[in-house]
Nanobody, 122 residues
Framework: QVQLVESGGGLVQAGDSLRLSCEAS????????MGWFRQTPGTEREFVAG??????RTYYADSVKGRFTVSRVKNMVYLQMNNLRPEDTAVYYC?????????????????WGRGAQVTVSS
């Protein structure tokens, strides 16, 4: 049974840092991109960052470039978030999509975690 389990969310102040973790289990993910998305009430999931499991190539949304870093170590996928802003407040989801699909489209993803809340106060 495939499982993606996020952890590390919380309440922080603007300018602070936070690291999200995603533990992946239940299958081999070597042919996948592990993506992070975020969602606020009434909006669609927004692509944040992704990492190609096999070689570690990374992808970022323009809104987080230079502030967020995605990485993978063994079966853990991390999202290091620095200089957080109130507009980063959202539920953050970890997902997995085959490498040859569009990793920026949430509809392409095969697996999802349940999400972790990140709240940034001003």
């Amino acid at each position: 049974q495939v499982q993606l389990v996020e952890s590390g969310g919380g309440l922080v102040q603007a300018g602070d840092s936070l690291r999200l973790s995603c533990e992946a289990s239940g299958r081999t993910f070597s042919g996948y991109v592990m993506g992070w998305f975020r969602q606020t009430p009434g909006t669609e999931r927004e692509f944040v960052a992704g990492v190609l499991w096999s070689i570690g190539r990374t992808y970022y949304a323009d809104s987080v470039k230079g502030r967020f870093t995605v990485s993978r170590v063994k079966n853990m996928v991390y999202l290091q978030m620095n200089n957080l802003r109130p507009e980063d407040t959202a539920v953050y989801y970890c997902g997995a999509v085959l490498w040859n699909k569009d990793h920026r489209k949430d509809t392409e993803y095969d697996y999802w975690g349940r999400g972790a809340q990140v709240t940034v106060s001003s």
